[in-house]
């Protein structure tokens, strides 16, 4: 019941505040939307409370009958465990601080009832994403978060920048969402069913099912897991599927912190814990997983480092802190992705809310090189900023700290080649991620003033409305790391998780991550440490070195800068020909495909015409052709009949 | 014997003359030659031994709607030659259309079988009544519902003639008139005629005076009043 | 003999000529309006009679009242209904406020209760007869107008060879069987080996009087210039309830006393519905009239419909009688409201006197835009649920090709009803019409409503055609 109100909730605020907003007034639709994430969250926060440490039990909130055609049924369903409680009140904390923080951020706004609206029906989508109870419910979900993403990003869409991002992060989501429709109704052709209970109670049975195409045999669970992984790359951004994120920061900032940092984007890893049971059967996939995750986070970590765009540089590192988690559910850490999804989530909200701060203080500067000095008069967002950067470097004993490490260990635990791949991706991207968030610090708010003085005379601390959220984020940031670390990834997590995440029998990488070397366990808090230092040293200490660096290193910087030239080989590869094609296609379409139904328009006129000249309007005429007609039935008859 | 060469005499005038109707080019001749069919279609029912429908077709086709249609044809004035043209226009269709149906009905009826059950459907013959006196009892017996449904079909086509044609309801008609029988009849010669003494070598009609006798009527033109009296 | 089973139409008959005699005995110097009343008065009693009189064969099996019959009679005194209601504002504007009027439509009404309820060919033609003569004379009835006149003439002579056509089939039928009640037949005719080619051949004559009647092609040539000629409402009214007695006609005689011939007649009834429904739909096209296109759409509407008979199950009966009742209402409002056109109190009934009609009379355009998009079939409107029936019954009975060319026809005549809404929404607005009567508003506003509601609650309906189909299968 309360999960129900807390899923329900945001709906009800997004549709007063989409249909009655223009006429119940700005303020009313904030209010409304507010009131209802606030009782959303209390609803979810008490609904985790109560499953883990009190006496709720896990179950199914049957809500109503969906569809039911022939064999195929899905319910409009909530799944209560551990797993959708923890994302709900996750979700619903989140994204009511946002909400909150919106207030101030978009008071200067025209359309504010919009942009509220849009807001909770993102989250209505997500919590119906987490609480399915069956893949076609969590579908629902999955594309409603990316509708209300394009909302979003699209929201002031009288940018054409903006108005190209949102059209993006469409189209390459679309791309994921294939494989996932693929996967979801080849599930159901090998099961019979969507429902999660039906699929995991079915595994053992297919477990050497093979799927026949292309002249070899798959294991049809390897195809499964390799589909479900291409709907969650386009959703979390990964190599490959990524491009659309550093873009989405066209949105305004409480978006990006909401939807491109702690919820819709960790939407596929949720997807691969959610699926785990199924996934421990195909180990292949999750090679897969595993290398697709660590390559994505050395990628976008070596990217980072050269973005001046404070929001892209954010965008890089939750992309980059995506591919920790996949590395985390590839190796069969569910637990651990999912703990290192439940930090990021605060200390990365905290930082593209503090990122926003800035920007917000700087009358809309986002480049980082006009910025700097400013960190005495926005005292408040520059301790957020801190406090969120050393959770991001893993440095102890923030929230990351506790996760990254753990993601790392597991890497290392699993004794697998790509395992091991995963560990020295990680390991050095560790290393650049605190190197660009001191980066950024340093930059946006030490040295000398950059802006002009104009700027300068008007930096102030943002209002109560955004500096609360930063706070309660940054507690947030401190505190979940330590005290939740043993419960979730701990010797007992099963007493955490119950049934939740269900792992084979053969998978004990949690045990194993006990046993690895201190060595191991040190490394990546060593190597932030280091790549601090290095950052302060080329930014505070020597500031000429990084430009000279760039200067030598003329092909890498470019290389770097330019995000690795995906956006121009997609260009060149895909969208030039495609359009090359379409324009083809076009010409076709004018040509052929018009020319049928206009060439039947014509010759209906035509014969609508040489019809009504029968009509002459002689009696003679007429009763001639009653008397043909008659004589026309009677021969149809003979010759016939 | 005789009775068969007379089926044969009369039914070869009759479909004669009936192509004389369609054929013919004078359409009074059309019509008399339909007088024609309609005699021969009667002695064709006389030789079936049905005299009373032979009577009817007679008195009811010949004596009113033949001479009906003569009368309509002698009134109207037909450009008998844009008729001509016409008929040779459609000659070519109407007659391969005539000789198709023609070919297929001869198909047809040559496999003629009389139904099986058609000898128990036949009502026995009722040889103690004469023709009229059968159908006057099936007439108000049987099949008193079509009988009252043909007055109705009358009533409506007296309806429609009257609608069609009357004009006198409007007020500023002049077309037509209403004939008042009672005054009409009750009329006296002394109302209608002045004997008046002239001399013998004058104009002969000069004596005779119209009155205006009837009510309600307003004679603008006496010389009318002839027209006007012999009633319509 | 049971006479009572004609209680219906006797009262009608006699409350005919009651209204004739006070018309023409009245000293009143307008009686139309007066007579219009009471021949609306007289056919709601007669429905009433309807609905409580006794069913049964009576007049020596000339004439049977069973449920398809009450169900039909119904539909028929509905339409008349509408159709007297929407000619009494037309004729005080148009020179023709005639007692005779509403009396003819009543007689017309009676032949078509005679038409629906027979059971024998007799009684068939009779009933046919009486109601073709009386729309003879109506479809002339503006006597001046040269127009009117023609279309009178027309019809009659062209009516005239349609009967020469149906008694030549029913002498036929009666000299290869030896009877004319349907029982009868149908009892010869159960045994296939009695089905003798010239039998067969009278059956094609009936069905080609039959067709004249419900203007199916190729005997619908008349209907264009009839529909443009006669006045408005004769046209409104000869659009419905004639449509609905002949098509119950037709139907009654394909399936009661042929219906063990249903292999041979089914060919022809496909042909003939094919043949409508593409003529309908492209013939419109080119109109510029909208009573001319509307008499293209009946045509179309009646392959329809024959589409259901083509089926020739009781569940084609059934997709035919909703089929009716949709037609019946949505025809009457849309014909109430090209009565409603009228400026400077002439008629006009042009297309492109449509024009902008969104602006001037925002309720007459939606009314309009319902019956449009109706008839062009288009879900959840009437017509979609009549279509829906229809083709059902005809792809249960394997007849695959005629529902297709029945789906193709409509979506091309869906092109000329749009291109009127069309012409109401985006042309340039012409002059607003005179002042609309209320009867008119009346007539036009519960069509529309019909229309449009008819979706939600078609199970009345439904089940009433279902309970007189299966009357008419026993």
Redesign the interface.
């Known amino acids: 019941m309360l999960l129900a109100v807390a899923v329900l909730a945001p709906l009800f605020g997004s549709m007063i505040a989409g249909l009655l907003g223009r006429a119940i007034g700005d303020r009313a639709a904030q209010a409304v939307t507010i009131l209802c994430m606030l009782l959303a969250s209390v609803c979810g926060v008490s609904a985790f409370v109560s499953l883990v440490y009190g006496s709720a039990t896990p179950g199914v909130v049957v809500l109503g009958e969906w569809v039911s055609a022939g064999e195929f049924h899905a319910n409009w369903a909530l799944r209560y465990d551990t797993l959708s409680a923890v994302m709900v009140a996750m979700v619903t904390c989140v994204a009511t601080l946002i909400h909150i923080y919106s207030i101030g951020y978009m008071s200067h706004d025209k359309s504010i009832a919009r942009f509220f609206s849009y807001l909770s029906l993102f989250t209505f989508a997500m919590l119906a994403l987490v609480t399915a109870d069956n893949l076609l419910q969590l579908f629902f979900g999955w594309e409603g978060v990316g509708l209300a993403s394009y909302l979003l990003i699209g929201f002031w869409y009288d940018r054409p920048a903006a108005r190209a991002a949102a059209m993006k992060a469409f189209v390459v989501n679309r791309i994921g969402d294939l494989g996932f429709a693929a996967g979801i109704a080849l599930i159901f052709f090998i099961f019979g069913s969507i429902e999660f209970s039906t699929i995991f109670a079915g595994l053992s049975q297919h477990v050497n099912d093979v799927y026949h195409v292309l002249g070899t045999d798959f294991r049809a669970y390897e195809v499964i897991g390799i589909l479900l992984f291409i709907g969650a790359m386009g959703k979390s951004a990964q190599l490959g599927l990524h491009v659309w994120l550093p873009d989405a920061m066209e949105g305004p900032t409480p978006v990006s912190a909401l939807i491109h940092a702690a919820t819709m984007v960790t939407a596929g890893v949720f997807l691969m814990s959610r699926m785990s049971p199924l996934l421990d059967f195909a180990p292949g996939a999750m090679h897969f997983v595993t290398f697709m995750g660590a390559s994505t986070a050395l990628f976008a970590a070596t990217v980072a480092c050269t973005q001046n765009d404070i929001k892209r540089v954010i965008a890089y590192s939750t992309c980059s802190q995506l591919g920790y988690m996949f590395v985390a559910a590839g190796v069969g850490a569910y637990q651990v992705s999912m703990f290192h999804l439940l930090t990021h989530a605060f200390f990365k909200a905290l930082l593209f809310l503090g990122a926003g701060s800035v920007i917000h203080a700087m009358s809309n500067e986002q480049d980082m090189r006009k910025m700097g000095g400013i960190w005495k008069m926005i005292p408040l967002t520059y301790v957020a900023m801190w406090i969120g950067n050393l959770a991001l470097a893993g440095v102890p004993p923030f929230a990351g700290y506790f996760s990254k490490d753990a993601i790392l260990e597991a890497a290392w635990a699993s004794h697998s080649l790509v395992g091991h791949y995963g560990f020295w991706c990680c390991l050095i991207a560790a290393f650049l991620t605190a190197f660009y968030s001191w980066r950024l610090l340093i930059m946006t708010f030490h040295g000398a003033p950059r802006a002009d003085h104009h700027t300068m005379e008007h930096v102030h601390e943002s209002p109560w409305a955004m500096t609360v959220p930063l706070i309660l984020l940054a507690a947030g940031a401190v505190l979940t790391g330590f005290s939740f670390a043993d419960q979730i990834i701990g010797e007992d997590w099963h007493a955490f998780w119950g049934d939740a995440i269900g792992v084979a029998a053969s998978n004990h990488i949690l045990a194993d991550m006990a046993a690895v070397p201190a060595v191991v366990s040190m490394a990546p808090t060593v190597l932030g440490l280091l790549g601090i230092a290095t950052a302060y040293a080329f930014y505070m200490v020597w500031p000429a070195i990084p430009g000279r660096l760039a200067a030598s290193l003329p092909g890498l910087y470019r290389f770097l800068l330019n995000k690795w030239y995906f956006d121009e080989l997609y260009d060149a590869t895909i969208v030039q020909p495609a359009s090359r094609l379409a324009r083809r296609l076009w010409r076709i379409d004018g040509e052929v495909i018009d020319g049928m139904p206009n060439g039947v328009a014509r010759l209906t006129a035509d014969g609508s015409s040489q019809i009504v000249k029968l009509q002459t309007g002689s009696i003679a005429n007429y009763a001639f052709a009653m008397l043909i007609g008659v004589v026309a039935l009677v021969s149809l008859y003979l010759i016939v009949g | 014997m005789i009775a068969t060469a007379a089926f044969y005499v009369f039914a070869a005038i009759l479909i004669a003359s009936a192509a004389m109707v369609v054929s013919a080019r004078n359409p009074v001749h059309a019509v008399l030659f339909l007088i024609l069919a309609f005699f021969n279609a009667a002695a064709l029912f006389l030789l079936l031994g049905a005299e009373f429908l032979a009577m009817i077709l007679v008195i009811v086709y010949v004596g009113a709607v033949a001479v009906l249609f003569l009368f309509v044809v002698m009134m109207l004035d037909i450009n008998f030659a844009e008729m001509r043209e ?1 008929f040779q226009r ?1 000659l070519p ?2 007659a391969a ?1 005539g000789v ?2 023609l070919v ?2 001869a ?3 040559t ?8 000898a128990t ?2 009502a026995a013959p009722m040889s103690a009544l004469t023709n009229t006196a059968q159908l006057g009892r099936l007439i108000y ?6 009988f009252q ?2 007055g ?2 009358l ?3 007296m ?2 003639a ?3 044609t009357l004009r006198d ?1 409007r007020p500023s008609a002049t077309i037509s008139r209403r004939q008042n029988i009672a005054v009409q009849i009750a009329r006296t010669s002394a109302d209608t005629m002045v004997m008046m003494d002239v001399p013998t070598r004058g104009p002969t009609m000069a004596h005779i005076k119209p009155l205006v006798t009837e009510p309600g009527e307003e004679l603008a033109d006496p010389i009318d009043t002839h027209a006007h009296h012999g009633g319509h | 003999m049971n006479w009572t089973v004609a209680i219906p139409e006797i009262a009608l008959a006699c409350l005919g000529m009651a209204i004739l005699m006070f018309g023409v005995l009245s000293k009143a110097r307008n009686t139309f309006h007066i007579c219009s009343l009471m021949t609306v008065g007289a056919l709601v009693l007669t429905a009433a009679l309807v609905l409580s009189s006794n069913g049964g064969l009576g007049y020596n099996g000339l004439f049977l009242a069973d449920s398809y019959a009450m169900f039909a009679k119904l539909l028929v005194l509905a339409a008349a209904v509408l159709g007297v209601i929407v000619s009494i504002d037309y004729n005080e504007h148009n020179d023709l406020r005639r007692f005779e009027f509403p009396v003819l439509m009543l007689y017309a009404t009676v032949g078509m209760m005679i038409m629906v309820s027979a059971s024998n060919l007799m009684s068939l033609y009779m009933g046919l007869e009486l109601q073709s003569l009386s729309i003879y004379v109506l479809a002339a009835f503006a006597r001046d107008d040269l127009r009117s006149s023609e279309a009178g003439l027309k019809y009659f002579v062209l009516g005239a060879l349609a009967s020469g056509l149906l008694l030549y089939g029913i002498s036929l039928i009666y000299g290869f069987s030896g009877s004319m009640a349907f029982d009868q037949l149908a009892l010869v005719l159960s045994d296939s080996s009695h089905a003798s080619p010239g039998l067969i051949v009278g059956i094609v004559f009936v069905v080609a009087g039959l067709a004249f009647k419900i203007s199916a092609v190729p005997f619908h040539m008349w209907t264009p210039d009839v529909y443009e000629g006669a006045p408005t409402p004769v046209t409104a009214f000869m659009a419905t309830a004639p449509k609905v007695a002949a098509v119950a006609l037709f139907v009654r005689v394909m399936i009661s006393p042929f219906g063990h011939l249903l292999a041979q007649w089914q060919q022809l009834i496909v042909l003939i519905a094919m043949a409508s429904m593409v003529l309908g739909a492209f013939a419109a096209i080119g109109q510029s009239n909208i009573k001319r296109l509307m008499a293209y759409s009946s045509i179309g509407h009646m392959g329809y419909i024959l589409v259901g008979l083509a089926a020739g199950t009781q569940q084609g009966v059934r997709g035919v009688l909703i089929y009716l009742v949709t037609y019946v209402f949505t025809n009457a409002g849309m014909f109430a409201c090209i009565i409603a056109m009228r400026r400077r109190g002439r008629a006009v009934e042009r297309i492109a006197d449509l024009g902008g009609l969104w602006r001037s009379d925002p309720g007459m355009a939606a009314a309009l835009t319902i019956f449009l998009f109706s008839m062009a079939g288009l879900p959840p409107f009437s017509g979609f649920i009549g279509k829906y029936f229809v083709f059902g019954a005809a792809m249960q009975s394997g007849l695959v090709t005629l529902a297709v060319v029945g789906v193709l026809a409509s979506a091309v005549s869906a092109y000329y009803y749009i291109r009127i809404i069309k012409v109401m929404y985006f042309d340039a607005p012409e002059p607003a019409f005179d002042v609309r009567p209320a009867s008119l508003s009346i007539v036009a506003g519960a069509g529309a409503l019909f229309t449009l509601i008819f979706f939600l609650f078609p199970a009345p309906v439904v089940a009433a055609a279902e309970a007189a189909a299966k009357g008419l299968f026993g």
């Open positions: 016409g459609y269709v109407g259309i198709v149906l297929e009905l198909a047809v009826l496999g003629w079988k009389f139904a099986p059950g058609i459907t036949r017996t049987d099949y008193i519902f079509l449904v043909s109705l079909v009533l409506v086509a309806i429609g009257i609608v069609l309801r």
